[in-house]
């Protein structure tokens, strides 16, 4: 079964700070990726994603992630945070024969301190 | 233009009993999902709908019915709710259920079964 791992569960920084979350999901085939953030009391919202092109993708906010095939991963980046940046982040995948089916990892809770 | 819309915003249920929670969306789209979302487990989906007239069941289907009244509404229904059911419920939507299209969520709703 196909499964997505975050690796870290809270991230704390200060502002400024750079940031690089990680992102692995086990699955062969080709796929399609994603980043959505859940700001506080938002609704949850789409940051990135790539299906296709450039492995390096850019995002809302500063935000990019790099689809590395070989290592099955999309670590997400910002090269400096801001307390607006405080949120949960959610990884997905979706596999090409999967319709609109997304996995989620279990989330990454950034803390940025002001 | 409200997007995904969800009601209600919080109930609390006690065990066996059932309820239906609504969602709608007015962007013309497709495809709609349903998730639950647990702490330190992310979003898993529980059905879906392709498109009106269809269903399918996702990760976590069991305890639960859907219907897709109509193009706009897609309701999940719990016939006999029981504690392990307690969680965030999000519903979401994307234009035609592609795997590489931006999946747009409601504000969830939060479920507590005593």
């Known amino acids: 079964a196909q499964s997505v791992s975050q690796h870290n569960h809270h991230v704390i920084l200060s502002e400024a700070a750079s940031l690089e979350l990680g992102c692995n999901y086990s699955y062969g085939g080709t796929v399609n990726l994603f980043w959505y953030v859940q700001y506080p009391g938002q609704h949850l919202q789409l940051l990135l994603k790539y299906f296709s092109g450039d492995p390096l993708v850019k995002g809302i906010k500063g935000f990019e992630a790099e689809f590395i095939k070989s290592k099955f991963s999309f670590n997400l980046r910002k090269p400096s945070v801001q307390w607006s940046d405080t949120a949960e982040y959610f990884c997905a995948v979706n596999a090409h024969n999967q319709g609109g089916k997304l996995i989620f990892g279990q989330g990454t809770e950034l803390s940025v301190k002001p | 233009n409200a997007g995904v819309t969800q009601t209600p915003k919080f109930q609390v249920l006690k065990t066996g009993q059932s309820m239906t929670l609504q969602c709608a969306q007015d962007m013309n789209h497709n495809s709609m999902y349903w998730y639950r979302q647990d702490p330190g487990m992310g979003l898993r989906l529980i059905y879906y709908?392709?498109?009106?007239?269809?269903?399918d069941k996702g990760e976590v289907p069991n305890g639960y019915n859907v219907s897709r009244l109509n193009k706009r509404e897609f309701s999940l229904r719990l016939e006999s709710a029981a504690p392990s059911q307690t969680s965030v419920y999000f519903c979401a939507s994307s234009t035609s259920g592609q795997g590489w299209e931006t999946q747009y969520f409601g504000p969830g709703t939060r479920l507590l079964v005593l």
């Open positions: 709908s392709a498109s009106e007239g269809t269903t």
